[in-house]
């Protein structure tokens, strides 16, 4: 499967816990993203990579979040000290970059569902 | 800032038969990029359709069909000789069509999930 990869598919933890999240991309993308879709709602933008420049956050990633490329491929997300109201599907999408301001299709993983308790 | 509208929270449709989904949106720009996502249940998003607002003519793939409405900022999905796996969310998103970095993020509204009765 050549696909965006995402693991855990699923993560279950307590309330101040710290948890983190992988992405693997399609191979060849350079551009990595993260949202996040609680339930009944679409997809909100976290943050962007391109390569491993983190070039955009969002103001929903307070300081507790924190997202990683090191190395251009895979990406990391980690929430420290985990509230309930984190609880949500994180997805992670990953794209070619073309020409500036092209079009080139964001292709999204299937997601990892975390539930604070 | 961008935002997108989705005010239908559920629809229903006979097998066979068509359904439109709407959606608007609001921004000042002048070029950007409007999609259509399929979400199946625990399975991960798909580009249904895609509609680029410099084009006039409305995309079509297959039994999916866009409604492209500019000046309105309107645009809508026609399903045609719907399909039991035609049933999902459906999200539709916004993306600025500029050079600079913070352009390539999508701007999604909250969705409408489709069902298709039998």
Known sequence: DTGV????????????????????PIS??????????TLGQGPEFLTYFQNEAQ???????????????PKGSFSTLEIQRTEQGDSAMYLCA????????????Q???PGTRLTVL | AQTVTQSQPEMSVQEAETV????????????????????????QMILVIRQEAYKQ???????????????????????????LGDAAMY???YRSAGGSPGTYKYIFGTGTRLKVLA
Do not use: M
């Not at chain 1, 990869?5 to 693997?24: A, E, L, M, Y």
């Not at chain 2, 000042?28 to 259509?36: G, I, K, T």
């Open chain 2, 57 to 83: 003519q409305n995309a079509t793939e297959n039994r999916f069909s866009v409604n492209f409405q500019k000046a309105a900022k309107s645009f809508s999905l026609k399903i045609s000789d719907s399909q």
């Open chain 2, 91 to 93: 999200f539709c998103a």
């Open chain 1, 55 to 69: 070039l955009e956050k969002s103001r929903l990633l307070s300081d507790r979040f924190s997202a990683e490329r």
């Open chain 2, 20 to 43: 439109t989904l709407s959606c608007t949106y609001d921004t000042s720009e002048s070029d950007y990029y409007l999609f259509w996502y399929k979400q199946p249940p625990s399975r």
């Open chain 1, 107 to 109: 292709f999204f993983g």
């Open chain 1, 5 to 24: 990869s995402q693991n855990p598919r699923h993560k279950i933890t307590k309330r101040g816990q710290n948890v983190t999240f992988r992405c693997d």
């Open chain 1, 94 to 105: 990953s794209s070619l970059a073309g020409l500036a301001g092209g079009y080139n299709e």
């Open chain 1, 28 to 37: 060849e993308h350079n551009r990595l993203y993260w949202y996040r879709q």
